[in-house]
């Protein structure tokens, strides 16, 4: 990084009357002695409570400080002592949520132009997971702030997402051999899953290298009744059990309630579910992290279970219960949680009206924030504006890559460049450079570590023309 100066402050300190904690929003800010004219806002992950360095990245993105922006990163209004039991704050809830970022934007502003005699002449939001939620939150209820958006793996509905990871907790307990719910698919298992994803979908883009670069063909072709072997006495690694079938199906299908309505989304069939990255989100992350956010901060009232019994309250939940609370208002828990933690306006309107610009990323093999949800929601924001929103709002899949980067995927991209070029240029992007990680510890032993991919705009697929097969130029963007 280049010369710059550090500020850090907190704002809005308070007593909480509910629990009698100190309350404040804790931020850091990073001025670049040769600033570009940018301010750039920093969604940061999961719980947040800590404020992570202010590098301007989101996922495998290019980065803010780097690129001469002015970056701010914040706590999001509670401290990692905090987590999770601020939720049962109603304010630091809604800190949480939204209101972080509207409190500590004109203040990031005031100081941006304090530092260098003049107002930034472009500011962005970028983040990804619960910081792509923070972007395109703010894309919705801050637009007049803010000229560009990057959402990387954004969890836009993550309380319909957590409850469905305890629902799916308690589907993979079924055929667990162990405490230990990833003994529900082992390794060797979701190997032999991804081998037959490849075996029906590798080739669809027109080239066998373990990309399903056509994810959607790759819904309509592979099915696990069908593709998966079916052990025929003992499981020995090489086939699933006809139970174990039955419950990656029900998974991968989407959470639902004992009525069989819809609470989360579906997830796609991408052979990335090899990583360990996916493993965590799917078996360990519903009793260490959902069943916290949702018996803390996502639940009207609360169930506030023990935190040393959270395996127990995730098993044993009443999902249609937790399903109800996340949309439930009581008392001074005026909002809920689909209220506070969502975008307020999906289809984007005052976005599109601002001339603002949003880019959105998303892998095919995200463990928590399922790309079907991303990829469905982008196909109602074209429909309800007249077919084609790519004047405002570009949505790429990355196949391969698991929850925000990682796993057999080209997850490095200029995703933040492309953004200011179309933001401040008028330039679109219709594809965007990646490459794989050479440090990735995932990608499989065939691959070049200079291998090189075009993400394309969706509906656009990346298929094979002709040439090196490890370079993106030899790859054209069609659909």
């Known amino acids: 990084m280049g010369k710059h100066c550090l500020v850090t402050g907190r704002m809005n300190e308070r007593v909480s009357e509910v629990d009698g904690e100190t309350y404040a929003i804790g931020f850091e800010m990073r001025l670049p002695m040769h600033w570009s004219g940018r ?17 301007g990245r989101a996922g495998g ?77 703010a894309a919705s209820r801050y637009t007049d702030e803010y000229d560009g958006f990057l959402a990387v793996a954004p969890g836009f509905n993550l309380p319909q997402a957590a409850v469905a990871q305890l629902w799916g907790a308690q589907r993979w307990n079924t ?27 590798d080739g669809l883009d027109g080239l066998d290298d373990g990309l399903v670069q056509s994810s959607d063909d790759c819904q309509e072709s592979f099915s696990v009744a069908e593709h998966v072997p079916t052990c025929e006495t003992d499981c020995d690694g090489t086939c699933l059990s006809a139970e174990q079938k039955a419950v990656v199906t029900e998974v991968f299908a989407g959470a639902t309630t004992s009525g069989g309505e819809d609470i989360y989304s579906s997830f796609p069939y991408d052979p990335g579910l090899v990583q360990t990255g996916w493993a965590d989100w799917k078996f360990t992350s519903p009793i260490s992290r959902d069943s916290v956010a949702v018996g803390y901060i996502f639940s009207t009232l609360p169930y506030a279970p023990a935190l040393n019994a959270l395996r127990d309250f995730v098993l044993d939940l009443d999902i249609d219960d937790a399903n109800e609370r996340i949309h439930a208002t009581e008392g001074a ?11 307020t306006d999906l289809d984007f309107e005052d976005l599109q009206q601002s001339g603002g610009k949003m880019m959105v990323l998303h892998g095919a093999s995200d463990g928590v924030f399922s790309m079907e949800d991303t990829t469905a929601w982008y196909r109602g924001l074209d429909e309800h504006h ?43 992007p219709d594809r965007l450079e990646a490459w794989v990680n050479p440090a990735n510890t995932q990608l499989p032993a065939d691959w070049s570590t200079d291998r090189s991919r075009p993400l394309c705009a969706y509906p656009a697929v990346a298929t094979y023309a002709a040439g090196d097969s490890e370079s993106a130029d030899s790859f054209d963007c069609q659909g």
């Not at 570009?394 to 929850?403: A, L, S």
Request: with cysteine.
């Open 175 to 201: 055929v667990a051999t162990s405490e230990d719910l990833s003994s529900a698919l082992t390794v060797a298992e979701r190997q032999v899953v991804a081998e037959a994803i490849l075996a029906q979908c």
């Open 333 to 343: 828990y005026a909002e809920s949680a689909m209220e506070f933690m969502t975008p």
């Open 61 to 137: 993105s290019d980065s803010g400080l780097q690129m001469g922006m002015a970056v701010l990163s914040s706590d999001a209004g509670h401290t990692g002592a905090q987590n999770p039991t601020f939720g049962l704050d109603p304010q630091a809830r809604l800190d949480y949520g939204y209101q972080a970022v509207g409190t500590l934007t004109p203040m990031a502003k005031a100081l941006v132009t304090e530092a260098y005699g003049t107002a930034p002449h472009h500011s962005y939001v970028a983040g990804s997971s619960n910081g792509g939620r923070h972007t395109m939150v």
């Open 39 to 55: 301010f750039l806002y920093q969604g940061n992950g999961g719980l947040d409570g800590s404020v992570a360095t202010a590098y």
């Open 386 to 428: 007249g077919g084609d929103a790519s004047d405002f709002v570009q949505y790429f899949q990355v196949p391969g890559m698991g929850h925000t980067q990682g796993g057999p995927a080209t997850d490095r991209h200029d995703s933040l460049a492309a953004l200011v070029d179309w933001v401040e240029e008028g330039d679109r």
